[in-house]
Structures are given as C-alpha cells and as structure tokens.
C-alpha cells in the first residue's frame, strides 16, 4: 500500500464519520503514513482520532479501547457508517 491509497481510504472514512457525527472530520496531512493515519475535527488536529490498517486491511481505531473495527479498505461508506453505529 502506498500513501496515495491510504489518502483515499483515510477521506473515505473522514466521509463515514462526518455523516455519521454530524461534524467535519478531515485527513491530516501531517500524519499520513503507510497503514496509518489521523484525523481532525472542525480543524482541531487530531481530535478524530488515530487508525491503522491491519495486514488483511481491516481499518482500526486505535484511541479507542478495544480498538474497534470500522471496516475493511474495500468497505463502502455507508459499510462504515454502519460500523459506526455498532
């Protein structure tokens, strides 16, 4: 996986979390890396949280306890708004 991808499936899970919260989640930039990524909320760096992505693609999050699953990099947005709501 290359960091253009993980942009796009980073954005895609911004999309999820903004549907589904009902606030502005962004992709930081700063933090983009292979299999992982941050987010921001309303501009404030990072408050949405820290993922990565496994070895069989599944999307982590790993502020949370129990590190929940939002999806898989071949997920669609509404699968993970879905997710979300679990």
């Known amino acids: 996986m290359n960091t253009s991808k993980e942009l796009q499936i980073a954005k895609k899970v911004a999309v999820a979390m903004s549907f589904?919260?009902?606030v502005l989640?962004?992709?930081n930039l700063k933090t983009l890396d292979?299999?992982?990524f941050?987010?921001?909320i309303n501009g404030l760096e990072y408050?949405?949280?820290?993922y990565y992505?496994?070895?069989t693609g599944d999307i982590i999050n790993a502020a949370l306890p129990g590190r929940p699953v939002?999806?898989?990099?071949n997920s669609s947005i509404s699968q993970i708004v879905l997710n979300l709501s679990k």
């Not at 408050?47 to 820290?50: F, L």
């Not at 939002?70 to 990099?73: A, M, Q, S, W």
Request: hydrophobic share 15%; proline share 0%.
């Open 20 to 22: 589904h919260y009902g």
């Open 70 to 73: 939002y999806g898989n990099i």
């Open 34 to 36: 292979e299999r992982s």
């Open 25 to 27: 989640y962004t992709v």
């Open 38 to 40: 941050d987010l921001d």
């Open 47 to 50: 408050d949405g949280g820290s």
């Open 53 to 55: 992505i496994t070895e």
